[in-house]
């Protein structure tokens, strides 16, 4: 008896494992939003630079509250009709107010100019999740809003967007296995009467993530990263468009530290950026951003200072 | 003179079939008149309120903070 006993558990154990290697397809993992589908490439490969000074104080009034006052000053790009950006120096001041709960966000940010950033996210009910987001100007026919209505099943996410002028669009993903889910999105916008269709797919494991988006406005973006390490990722991305034949490569590096984190990637535009953020005391981070164009000759670089 | 009258109440039939169209049309507009009008109240509540509406929350949530602490820079 006591014989028999070892392998019976020991073959329970073989199968226990076997099980959870072979795909349960009654009990997959809910996907990734479709919108959060790049988002592991798009943290090495594009992380915001900027040019100029940024300096950003957040003071948390309780746990749930807290107002932030950040300054900007800096050279801002106006779109120009001439090959050359033109840049105009800017300074402004924003004020903002968080609200943090467990079901309800609220994120206010208002410029000198008097334009704001709202945005919501609400929790109506465990599965489904309502988000907004509004930039509203005194100017008119500027301001722009964006309803969300997100569902999440169990293996599946379905999204509805409400947007300002007319424009209407939909999204889907669903996990097919442990690692692959394939989404698709829909959207029709009424202002230029266009609709446009797109597929997705992403294949995650605990080292890797690949995706690759195709949709009918011609862009096609793939990209992969590979997590060498906990501290080091690196992330590659395509993407053309086959009507307008642009072609862009880039490869990206992101390195946690225990004090500093320093993204970078170069380009096949002939862009090379990087960002550090260093962790100079507890709530002290310092920023620097450099950013250079060498197609166009244009050299960014800059530096800052978030409080809180 | 027959004729006459019955034409005159064709016309005045006409008429009135082409008033209640507008009416209808006028209907339509109404409501979009409305919503426009709606649309245009909520964007400068929104751009008036929204921050305030924030700070009402946060200063009504616990443990509830003080206004020298909203004001004070440090």
């Not at chain 1, 889910?181 to 997705?200: H, M, Q, T």
């Not at chain 1, 590659?236 to 642009?246: C, G, H, I, K, L």
């Amino acid at each position: 008896m006591a014989d028999l006993l070892p392998p019976l558990m020991a073959a329970q154990v073989d199968a226990k494992t076997k099980v959870d290697e072979k795909v349960d397809y009654s009990n997959l993992p809910s996907p990734v939003p479709y919108e959060e589908l790049h988002r592991e490439a798009f943290m090495s490969l594009k992380a915001d630079n900027f040019e100029g000074l940024r300096f950003d104080f957040t003071k948390a009034l309780n746990q749930k509250f807290s107002l932030s006052h950040s300054v900007m000053m800096g050279p801002t790009e106006v779109p120009s009709q001439s090959a050359e950006t033109i840049k105009i120096p800017t300074a402004h001041y924003e004020f903002g107010a968080n609200y943090f709960e467990p079901k309800l966000m609220l994120i206010g940010r208002v410029m000198t100019d008097g334009r704001l950033n709202a945005r919501l996210k609400a929790d109506l009910t465990d599965k489904l999740i309502v988000k907004a987001n509004a930039q509203i100007t005194n100017e008119p026919h500027l301001s722009h809003a964006m309803f969300n209505f997100d569902y999440m099943g169990s293996d599946y996410r379905a999204q509805l967007q409400l947007g300002n002028s007319a424009l209407i669009g939909a999204t889907y993903i669903q996990s097919v296995t442990n690692r692959l889910s394939l989404g698709g999105e829909v959207f029709w916008a009424g202002v230029p009467r266009k609709s446009g269709i797109g597929y997705a797919a992403r294949y995650e494991s605990d080292k890797m993530v690949a995706t690759a988006q195709v949709a009918s406005t011609g862009a096609v973006v793939m990209n992969y990263v590979q997590k060498i390490s906990e501290k080091v990722s690196l992330a590659t991305d395509f993407m053309f468009n086959y009507f307008s034949r642009d072609v862009t490569a880039s490869v990206g590096y992101d390195y946690i530290l225990r004090q500093a984190r320093v993204r970078g990637k170069i380009d096949s535009n002939g862009v090379a950026s990087a960002l550090l953020e260093e962790r100079l005391s507890m709530g002290l981070n310092f920023l620097l951003s450099a950013e250079l164009d060498h197609k166009k000759k244009d050299y960014k670089f800059g530096f800052g200072l978030t409080v809180g | 003179m027959e004729s006459t009258i019955s034409l005159k109440t064709k016309g005045k039939g006409k008429g009135s079939k082409g008033a209640s169209s507008s009416d209808d049309k006028s209907k339509f507009d109404i409501v979009k008149e409305w919503s426009n009008w709606s649309l245009k109240k909520a964007k400068v509540a929104t751009h008036y309120g929204f921050i305030p509406l924030i700070i009402i929350i946060g200063m009504n949530s616990d443990p509830k903070p003080n206004l020298f602490q909203l004001l004070s820079p440090v």
